[in-house]
């Protein structure tokens, strides 16, 4: 078992920059994710650039990639996508991070190294930062999880992932995010 190394978000912000080490602050500890395979960085890719295209057309917001947001006081996540209301995006610095706040929607792609306790805790830090979306992608059983406040809906293939009222007439089919590894 390793060392668990506590911090508070002062200290988090302090730590300097490790190319390929992606960090993350859950409830005060430290987590640290080396940078994803090939498979990941297309699907996260392919799910970014559908949602762009989209929410730049319709003006609604902005969509980073791999951007760190602060949750609560000690836990800042980085999500693989996030979509950022025009109206939130009003609020934040554009040149500090982590942006405060959750994102309206949160997409996190699973690897092999991820453990379904840390997705659960994820996706339930994002619902109760005032998420209104999380996506939960699995490449390896090309399918997905759409949680929200109100429950959960596991999406197959031929159905469409859809983000509902908080991007009506937005849909991304999972053949396109999966297809072409």
């Not at 559908?50 to 602060?70: A, C, P, T």
């Not at 619902?127 to 939960?136: K, P």
């Amino acid at each position: 078992m390793g060392t668990i190394t506590r911090l508070t978000f002062e200290e988090f912000q302090k730590l300097p920059e490790r190319e390929g080490t992606i960090y993350e602050l859950d409830e005060g500890e430290l987590l640290m994710e080396p940078s994803p395979a090939i498979r990941h960085n297309l699907v996260r890719q392919r799910i970014a650039l559908k949602l762009m295209q989209f929410v730049d057309s319709n003006q609604l917001g902005i969509v980073l990639e791999e951007m760190d947001f602060r949750l609560s006081s000690n836990t800042v996540r980085n999500p693989d996508v996030a979509f950022v209301t025009s109206e939130h995006v009003k609020r934040l610095d554009v040149d500090r991070s982590p942006a405060d706040g959750a994102p309206a929607l949160a997409v996190e792609v699973v690897s092999p190294t991820n453990s379904a306790q840390d997705i659960a805790k994820k996706t339930q830090q994002y619902l109760n930062a005032g998420c209104r979306l999380v996506w939960i992608v699995y490449p390896s059983l090309r399918m997905a999880e759409i949680h929200s406040p109100s429950g959960t809906r596991q999406v197959r293939e031929p159905e469409l992932l859809e983000a509902g009222d908080l991007l009506p007439g937005f849909s991304l089919s999972l053949s396109y995010i999966f297809d072409r590894l």
